[in-house]
């Protein structure tokens, strides 16, 4: 599980849900209310899956799932 702070989807934080996503395939993301402001979370997992990659599997409040298929 990763978590997702105020300062939102940072490179920092993008480069982990990578390294997540390479080993795990599926990962699951948790957004602090402190972090939506004024959007979404599905907005956010959107722009996250895009950035990463990934295909975006379930919006719930304010968790999401991942989707990324192994290059081995």
Request: some cysteine; hydrophobic content about 40%.
């Given at each position: 599980?990763?978590?997702i702070g105020k300062s939102g989807?940072?490179?920092?934080?993008?480069?982990?849900?990578?390294?997540?996503?390479?080993?795990?395939?599926?990962?699951?993301?948790?957004?602090?209310?402190?972090?939506?402001?004024?959007?979404?979370?599905?907005?956010?997992?959107?722009?996250?899956?895009?950035?990463?990659?990934?295909?975006?599997?379930?919006?719930?409040?304010?968790?999401?799932?991942?989707?990324?298929?192994?290059?081995?």
């Open positions: 599980t990763i978590w989807a940072s490179q920092q934080s993008l480069k982990e849900i990578e390294k997540q996503l390479e080993k795990k395939e599926m990962i699951k993301i948790k957004i602090l209310k402190s972090a939506l402001g004024e959007d979404e979370a599905k907005k956010i997992a959107i722009q996250i899956a895009e950035q990463t990659e990934a295909s975006l599997v379930e919006v719930r409040g304010h968790t999401f799932m991942l989707y990324k298929r192994c290059k081995k």
